[in-house]
C-alpha cells in the first residue's frame, strides 16, 4: 500500500510516499520539506495568515516532486493522508482541503491523522525501529508529555507540561538572549560555546512525584539575569546563559522520562519532535537510560520536524490495524485542538 501524506500544521509544508507491506517494514519512498523560517523570522514568530498562504503555494509542487522522486504516478497512490490536527486552524485547511480534493479526484480515500501520534510514530522508519511497548517522549515547540505506547492507537497520558512545553522555553529565552528565529536551535549552538553551571536556574518541577512538567517559571529566571546583566553584555556571559539554560530544560526532561521507565518497568524510549534533535538531551538521556539497562529510540534527523513521513506512516500502520476509518465522501474537518488520548482505543 502506498499513501501520499501531508503535513500543514503549522510553518513547514512536508509531503511524502510511504510504503507498507504486511511481511516488511514500511519503507519511505521519498519526501519533500518546506520550511517558512525565513518567511517568519522578520516577526520573531509564525503569522498565521502567512503560514497558510505559503502552504498553498507550497503543497502541490512538493506532491509533484515526490512523486518524480519516487517514481510514481498518481494512480499509483492507494490513500491520500492528511494532518487533522492540532495546529493552526487555516493551515490545517490547507492541507486537509488538498488532500480531500486529491483523493476524490483519483476515487481513493482519504484520511485525516493525529500529529501528535505521527511523531510518536516516526521511530519506526528509522532503520532499527522500537518495539511496543515503550515510553514516549514528544517534545516540540508546543508539546511535550510522556505517553505509555503499548501499541499502535493504544496511549496512555503519564504526564505533560501545565504550562509553557520544553520547545517554548527553548524559544522564548533565546528571544531573551536576542537570539534568531527559530529560537532552539540558535540557543543550542551558543551553549555549545558556555559554561552550564554559571547560573543557577531553577530545575521546575524536577523532584514532584508525579510525571508532569512546567517550564514558564524557567523562563522567568532567564528574564531576571538578562536584565541583571543589563545591555551591552559580553558574548560569554550570553553563551553561559544559553548553557545554563538549556541544562535546566534538559535536566527536567531526562529525569522525568527515567521515572517514566521505572514507574512503568519498560526499557524502551521514544524520543518524536523537534526539541528531540537537541544533541546535549540525546547525550544525556542515552547514557542515564543506559544505566537503567534500557535503550532510546530517535527518528531519522530530518523527521524529527514537522513532515509528511510521518503522516503517511501514521495513517498507514492505523490502517493495518483496523483503527482507522478512511472516507470517500469528500467531507473533513480539522481540530486545531484535539487530545491525543481522543485517538487513542487502548488494547486494540
Given amino acids: 500500500m502506498k499513501v501520499l501524506g501531508i503535513e500543514s500544521s503549522c510553518d513547514e509544508t512536508g509531503v511524502a510516499l510511504v510504503a507498507t507491506r504486511a511481511d516488511a517494514p514500511p519503507q519511505l519512498l521519498a519526501d519533500a520539506l518546506h520550511s517558512q523560517v525565513e518567511m517568519h523570522a522578520a516577526y520573531g514568530g509564525v503569522v498565521p495568515e502567512l503560514a497558510s498562504r505559503d502552504h498553498i503555494r507550497r503543497v502541490l509542487p512538493l506532491a509533484r516532486e515526490v512523486l518524480g522522486r519516487a517514481g510514481c504516478a498518481l494512480h499509483d497512490i492507494d490513500l491520500v493522508a492528511y494532518t487533522r490536527g492540532p495546529g493552526l486552524a487555516g493551515a490545517l485547511l490547507v492541507g486537509a482541503g488538498v488532500a480531500v480534493a486529491l483523493a476524490a479526484a483519483l476515487d481513493r480515500p482519504a484520511l485525516g491523522v493525529h500529529h501528535l501520534e ?34 499502535v492507537g493504544d496511549y496512555a497520558l503519564l504526564g505533560e507540561t501545565i504550562d509553557d512545553a ?11 538572549l536576542g537570539l534568531g528565529y527559530p529560537g532552539g536551535p540558535a540557543l543550542a549552538r551558543m551553549a ?18 508525579d510525571l508532569d512538567f512546567s517550564f514558564a517559571g524557567l523562563k522567568t529566571a532567564v528574564l531576571t539575569q538578562v536584565r541583571k546583566l543589563g545591555p551591552g553584555v559580553c558574548e560569554q556571559a550570553r553563551a553561559d546563559l544559553a548553557a545554563s539554560t538549556q541544562a535546566a530544560i534538559v535536566d527536567v526532561l531526562v529525569a522525568k522520562t527515567l521515572r517514566a521507565l521505572t514507574a512503568t518497568g ?19 538521556l542515552d547514557a542515564g537510560a543506559a544505566r537503567l ?30 483503527l482507522a476509518d478512511s472516507r470517500r465522501d469528500g467531507a473533513f474537518d480539522v481540530l486545531p485542538r484535539w487530545p491525543l488520548a481522543a485517538v487513542s482505543q487502548p488494547g486494540a
Fill in 118 to 151: 505521527g511523531h510518536l510514530l516516526s521511530p519506526f522508519l528509522a532503520p532499527e525501529p522500537p518495539q511496543f511497548p515503550f515510553v514516549a517522549l514528544l517534545v516540540s515547540g508546543g508539546h511535550t508529555q510522556l505517553m505509555q505506547v503499548r501499541g
Fill in 166 to 176: 520544553a520547545g517554548e522555553a527553548f524559544d522564548k529565552s533565546a528571544k531573551l
Fill in 192 to 209: 555549545e560555546f558556555g559554561d552550564a553551571q554559571a547560573y543557577p536556574l531553577p530545575r521546575p518541577l524536577l523532584h514532584s512525584k
Fill in 266 to 284: 519498560l526499557h524502551r524510549v521514544v524520543v518524536a519532535g523537534g526539541v528531540g534533535a537537541n544533541l546535549r538531551l540525546r547525550e544525556r
Fill in 293 to 322: 539497562g534500557a535503550r532510546v529510540h530517535y527518528p531519522p534527523p530530518a523527521l524529527c520536524t514537522d513532515n509528511g513521513a510521518m503522516i503517511a506512516l501514521a495513517a498507514a500502520l492505523r490502517l493495518q490495524h483496523g
